[in-house]
């Protein structure tokens, strides 16, 4: 089985930072893309950032310049960076990564269980 485990959200006030990091394990052979998207209390998903196992990034348009999308191929893990937060970042954010499996032996998504961030005015 394979979990994605996210940590550090919490509540910050604007202009503050934080920093999310979601670590996958398991028998996972390969971890292709890891996203980060986020929904808000009556919105729908929406994806925040992306990065490929080469380092190739993209983000949302309303976080560019603000959010930075990174990861530790060695470790199966992926981070956001958030700088000045604002109180419409305020969302649950979910971890997801497509991986490749030992067991399966397919392209699989997974999700983390999601972590709280809440920007205070």
């Known amino acids: 089985q394979v979990q994605l485990v996210e940590s550090g959200g919490g509540l910050v006030q604007a202009g503050g930072s934080l920093r999310l990091s979601c670590a996958a394990s398991?028998?996972?052979?390969?971890?292709?893309?890891m996203d980060w998207y986020r929904q808000a209390p009556g919105k729908e998903r929406e994806l925040v950032a992306s990065?490929?196992?080469?380092?190739?990034?993209n983000y949302l348009d309303s976080v560019k310049g603000r959010f930075t999308i990174s990861r530790d191929n060695a470790k199966n893990t992926v981070y956001l960076q958030m700088n000045s937060l604002k109180p419409e970042d305020t969302a649950v954010y979910y971890c997801?990564?497509?991986?490749?499996?030992?067991?399966?032996?397919?392209?699989?998504?997974?999700w983390g269980q999601g972590t709280q961030v809440t920007v205070s005015a």
């Open positions: 997801h990564a497509e991986i490749w499996t030992v067991i399966v032996g397919l392209w699989n998504d997974y």
């Open positions: 398991g028998s996972i052979e390969s971890v292709s893309v």
């Open positions: 990065i490929t196992s080469g380092g190739r990034t």
